[in-house]
């Protein structure tokens, strides 16, 4: 596996207890940094997408039922897809221990 080493900097947040909890049990091998990384990563994407979204829908108008159906079937198609590649991931991870 390759790996980029990214600049990183350190910094100070306030996370709700129970929060930070959940996610240190969830985040286990990768770390809490990288999990919190990755869930950085995930809501700027979706953030940007969200504005994409909005932006097309102010120049060619709103999304038919036909068209949003369509959308949230392909989501469920990456997301499961996502899960698989997540599952074969951590299999692979638990093999090479």
Not at 7 to 15: D, E, N, Q
Not at 18 to 39: F, N, Q
Not at 53 to 76: C, I, K, N, S, V
Request: aromatic share 4%.
């Amino acid at each position: 596996m390759v790996s980029c080493m990214a600049t990183t900097k350190k910094v100070t947040v306030t996370i709700p207890e129970d929060l930070l909890d959940e996610i240190r049990a969830e985040a286990a091998e990768r770390g809490l940094s990288a999990y919190v990384a990755e869930a950085l990563r995930f809501k700027r994407d979706r953030d940007r997408l969200r504005e994409l979204a909005d932006w097309l829908q102010e120049e060619h108008g709103p999304l038919t039922e036909e068209e949003r159906t369509a959308a949230f079937e392909e989501l469920e198609d990456l997301d499961a897809e996502h899960g698989r590649r997540r599952a074969a991931r951590g299999h692979d991870a638990g093999e090479a221990a």
